[in-house]
């Protein structure tokens, strides 16, 4: 199975930083990969698929790159619900596989 | 509107087996897969697999093969995900979601069931 790996796995910002988020495939995986909020006790919501387009109704400081093994996830403008865990999943080749998460707190 | 409710709390013991039902809501049940995601406590995400029911296609992740089995019920818009012979760390949050882009996860999720594996 391809091995996704995040990084950092955790960070502090405050309130309207400009954040960045990478995932790394130990394979390439062309551009098939997303990314998913997920709040305590909540379930994962989608933000992003095939590494830049923007899911329906989600807030467009968020933005995704990046193709191969290299992907970013960025948000410009953390608001206050953006305090929470991040993850990316490759969506290339099954079995799927999850990136093992980024918390992102408040500094 | 679109809904995916899960059923409540199990509590199993090991060597058992466990089902957890994801009832459809708000749109054509046939016309979107059903991707089964866990969670184990404070831990991160793992994908399970996913099934089409409109043709029965599924497709598990080998770390979960020979023990799950996926089914969907078309007339009562439920999709079913059985693990059996359950260990401890089979102890988890399962989610069901309805697929999106490229079967991936989507857009619509339930709201989770924890499953508990305990002597």
Known sequence: ???????????????????????????????????????PGKAPKLL??????????????????????????????LQP??????YCLQHYTYPFTFGGGTKVEIK | QVLLVQSGPEVKKP????????????????SYGISWVRQAPGQGLEWMGWINPYNGNINYSPDFQGRVIMTTETSTSTAYLELRSLRSDDTAVYFCARV????????????GSLVTVSS
């Open chain 1, 81 to 86: 619900e953006d305090f929470a865990t991040y």
């Open chain 2, 100 to 111: 999106g882009y490229n079967t991936i996860p989507g857009g619509y999720w339930g709201q």
């Open chain 1, 48 to 77: 992003i698929y095939a590494a830049s387009s923007l899911q329906s109704e989600v807030p467009s400081r968020f933005s995704g790159s990046g193709s191969g093994t290299d992907f970013t996830l960025t948000i410009s403008g």
């Open chain 2, 15 to 30: 060597g058992a087996s466990v089902k957890v039902s994801c009832r459809a809501s708000g749109y054509t049940f046939n």
């Open chain 1, 1 to 39: 199975a391809i091995q996704m790996t995040q990084s950092p796995s955790s960070l502090s910002a405050s309130v309207g930083d400009r954040i960045t988020i990478t995932c790394r495939a130990s394979q390439g995986v062309r551009s098939d990969l997303g990314w998913y909020q997920q709040r």
